[in-house]
């Protein structure tokens, strides 16, 4: 999600009047915190500091449009400050104009090339892009492996749909600039993310196993088993992600899986290996397990998987189909969505 800058610098000849805005405006009091900048507006009507945190107190306001006016007209008239044009592009990326959001973010770091949040921003605008364009591949193509798996890949990095809106959260030790305005508001919170389960990885996904509940009547008995031992491959296969057993987990998939965008095994596996074995630690749980038998030898698997490490965490719908090789139940597609 993109970071949005909540503070520049203020002068000391009125930091107790923007400090008094600002306290009410993290205190929720967001119709009196604009009164109080607009008095300060009415006596210093190009002031930087309370211009900038009149934008910041609109956006938390909802008031995109005015918001989105007030930060242009400070970066005209301060063209050499970062932060404006990095809240710019925060409220271009919540509508989806993404190449605005692109431009504001490159005069940011054109402004000031050490603005780490700037560019963390402009790859999460990047990301974005490249969202929306494999959205489109699959609107045209549904069956477009490549396309879903790098979609797939996408959501993973970014913790959450790439269909849903970016919201602000504050930057954190980046260099301040002089001469402008506010200090830290309480930003919205992010979207809610479905939250882990927090049973241990491995009870969790063989207990939602157990649980699940096949679609349909099974045909016979046989039926029945097959789909309890899939249950528990998928089970087996979260439960070794989760321990970070790289070679249990890739030998969960069969050797005719369908790698993202063809791609060759050998450099798949390189890849999986590497992201498996990066974090200090994993855990990925299922919910609502459900597995439907496609013929004798081949399963459809669909769950909501949830994945956590240090510092990063995703829920996404996840199906994959499994073919029976050798009495095993492998993986021979993986894909996001149902």
């Known amino acids: ?136 591949a699959l609107q045209l193509d549904s069956s477009n492996v490549g396309a879903q798996n790098k979609l797939a890949l996408i959501r993973e990095l970014m913790g959450t749909t790439a269909r849903q809106p970016v919201s602000a959260r504050p930057a954190a030790g980046r260099p301040q600039m002089a001469a402008a305005p506010a200090a830290p508001a ?35 008995k046989a039926a029945a088993n097959d789909e309890e031992a899939a249950s528990k491959a998928v089970a087996d296969w979260a439960a070794a992600w989760s321990r970070k057993d790289v070679k249990a987990y890739l030998a969960h998939y069969a050797k005719d899986f369908q790698t993202p965008g063809g791609e060759a095994r050998a450099a798949w596996e390189a890849e999986r290996s590497q992201r498996i074995s990066k974090p200090r630690s994993i855990q990925v749980t299922i919910e609502d397990l459900a597995v439907s038998m496609d013929g004798a030898d081949k399963a459809v698997a669909s769950f909501r998987q949830h994945y956590r490490a240090p510092g990063f965490k995703s829920s996404t719908k996840k199906v994959l189909v499994l073919v029976k090789r050798d009495g095993k139940w492998l993986i021979q597609q993986e894909r996001i969505g149902s």
Not at 69 to 88: G, I, Q, R, S, W
Not at 201 to 212: F, H, L, M, P, V
Request: aromatic fraction near 6%; charge should be neutral.
């Open 186 to 220: 309480e930003p919205k919170p992010a979207a809610p993310e479905a939250k882990p389960e927090t049973k241990p990885a491995a009870a969790a996904a063989e207990t939602k196993a157990a649980e699940a509940k096949p679609k349909g009547a099974p045909e016979s």
């Open 1 to 136: 999600m993109l970071g949005a800058a909540v503070s520049l610098t203020p002068l000391p000849a009125h930091a107790d009047s923007l400090q008094d805005a600002q306290r009410l405006m993290k205190q929720g009091q967001l119709k009196e915190a604009l009164e109080r900048t607009e008095q300060i507006l009415s006596g210093k009507p190009k002031d930087p500091q309370a211009r900038f945190l009149k934008g910041l107190i609109l956006t938390e306001m909802n008031r995109q449009a005015e918001a989105i006016a007030v930060f242009t007209k400070l970066t005209e008239d301060y063209p050499e400050l970062p932060e404006p044009y990095n809240n710019l592009a925060v409220l271009y990326a919540q509508q989806r104009q993404y190449d605005k959001a692109k431009t504001a973010l490159e005069m940011a770091i054109r402004t000031h090339p050490a603005y780490a949040t700037a560019y963390e921003n402009l790859g999460d605008v990047y990301t974005r892009m490249a969202s929306q364009a494999y959205d489109k």
